[in-house]
Structure formats: structure tokens, C-alpha cells
């Protein structure tokens, strides 16, 4: 199955950051739930994925980020759905973090790159709606 032409992305309203915490750290209380939250523990970090404004200033991060969601179900069998994203991305010079769940896919660029990336998303035929309003 190839990832339909198609796909519909929605700009998420706030900006995100991103920080590494200790492999051994506790999930943090900062951490709070908004549009997206992501944890995701590995031996050699804990990364945290939240709304810019719920990360302390402290906190070693990446700040800045914009989420662009793929809207609705995506099925496991569809096949290059982040990769028909990620492309024209890379041709564009905008660097993404990309996330996935169960149900949907997540890609992240910074906030300077946003016009850019939407951009480039359009011309390669994505719909993008920021906050459920078309964007040009």
C-alpha cells in the first residue's frame, strides 16, 4: 500500500520542546499533557517531548518546534506515509523529528522553517490546515 497523495497535516497551536533527561530519570511532573505529549525512555535517555511552556528553563532542550499532524487513522499496513513527508522536507533544507502512534504519524520543525515546510508540503500536493484553517 503506498501512502495516498492526498494526506491532510494540521499545524498544532503551540510550540514544543524537546529535552533529554537522564536515562534514569522519573518521568517528569512538568511534563504535562496538552495537543501532544511524548516520553520515550531508552537506555541512554529519557526524551520528552511537551509544550514549550511547560519546560522549565533549566531543562537541557530543544525549544521551538512546530508539529505538523498527518490527520486521522493511519492503517499499519500503509507503507512511506513519513517518507512522502520527510522528502520534500530534506529538498526544502527543514530539518523535521518525526514521532509516530498508534493511530497517527507526527513530524516536528522548527519554528523559523514552518513557512517553508508548509511550503514545500503544498507543492508536493498536502493539504495543511493551521488550527483547522487552510494555510498558503
Known amino acids: 500500500m503506498n501512502p495516498p497523495s492526498d ?7 503551540e510550540r514544543y520542546a524537546v529535552c ?9 511532573e512538568w511534563a504535562r499533557p496538552s495537543d501532544l505529549l511524548a516520553l520515550l525512555r531508552t537506555r541512554d535517555e529519557l526524551s520528552v517531548v511537551c509544550a514549550e511552556r511547560f519546560a522549565p528553563p533549566e531543562a537541557r532542550a ?10 486521522g487513522r493511519l ?24 514521532l509516530s502512534t498508534f493511530d497517527t504519524d507526527y513530524v516536528l520543525v ?23 484553517r487552510l494555510s498558503a
Open 20 to 28: 533529554r533527561l537522564a536515562a534514569e530519570a522519573d518521568f517528569p
Open 110 to 132: 522548527k519554528e523559523v522553517s514552518l513557512e517553508r515546510a508548509v511550503a514545500a508540503l503544498t507543492q508536493e500536493g498536502f493539504l495543511v490546515l493551521d488550527h483547522g
Open 75 to 98: 492503517d499499519f499496513a500503509l507503507v512511506g506515509v513519513l517518507a512522502s513527508i520527510a522528502a520534500p522536507l530534506a529538498r526544502a533544507g527543514v530539518s523535521i523529528f518525526a
Open 7 to 13: 494526506l491532510t497535516l494540521m499545524i498544532l497551536p
Open 62 to 71: 530543544e525549544r521551538g518546534w512546530r508539529v505538523l499532524q498527518v490527520h
